[in-house]
């Protein structure tokens, strides 16, 4: 059975009642253009994506509002060069602060302190993607291990393009989740080590 067509206002409205899978289709509808547009700008395929996603989770997040808009278009493609926007100001302040404390010293010589925390978040994110449901794990686990595109994914997995979409969005949404409840883990650590 073919799923039905909705035009952009009768998705609007459905949205804001909280039916996933108009959302689903809203995401489909403008994902692959955002992500050129983010990957063009930022040049990272994962920071791309994110930055995709996170848009994505935002008009979610703020659902019940989203039927005031008129032009959704207009509304998704500010949204996402805000975030764009955002991203490259974000890796230019973490470029500049890496420079700025160690201008000369390469990441090869790493302070202990410096691979502890590297270490700490490295498990954190390991537990983050093992409390996924496996197919999240293995979709995840392709696309940023392996660097496989979606389309690879959906090969290998025989699986569609958008369930592998579907799929990578829900992944990065619980990772973040995750990463949000166990960031004071980080901030205690990096505390301790600048009291030693």
Not at 85 to 98: F, N, S
Request: some cysteine.
């Amino acid at each position: 059975m073919r799923t039905p067509f909705y035009n952009e206002r009768e998705l609007l409205m459905r949205i804001a009642a909280g039916d996933a899978q108009a959302f689903g289709e809203m995401y489909m509808r403008y994902y692959d253009r955002l992500y050129k547009v983010a990957l063009c700008y930022i040049k990272e395929h994962e920071s791309a994506e994110d930055a995709v996603q996170q848009v994505f989770c935002r008009v979610w997040e703020k659902r019940e509002s989203i039927s005031a808009i008129l032009n959704f278009e207009a509304f998704i493609t500010t949204a996402a060069r805000n975030e764009i926007i955002g991203t490259m100001r974000r890796k230019a302040k973490q470029y500049r602060y890496l420079h700025q404390c160690n201008p000369e010293e390469k990441i090869e010589h790493a302070t202990p302190e410096a691979i502890l925390v590297s270490r700490d978040k490295e498990a954190i994110l390991s537990e983050a993607v093992a409390s996924l449901s496996p197919q999240q794990q293995k979709i995840y686990r392709l696309s940023h291990d392996e660097g496989m595109s979606h389309a690879q994914i959906a090969g290998e997995m025989r699986i569609s393009v958008n369930t592998v979409k579907w799929h990578a969005s829900a992944a990065l949404q619980s990772i973040r989740c995750f990463l949000k409840n166990h960031i004071e883990e980080l901030s205690c650590l990096l505390l301790v080590i600048s009291l030693c």
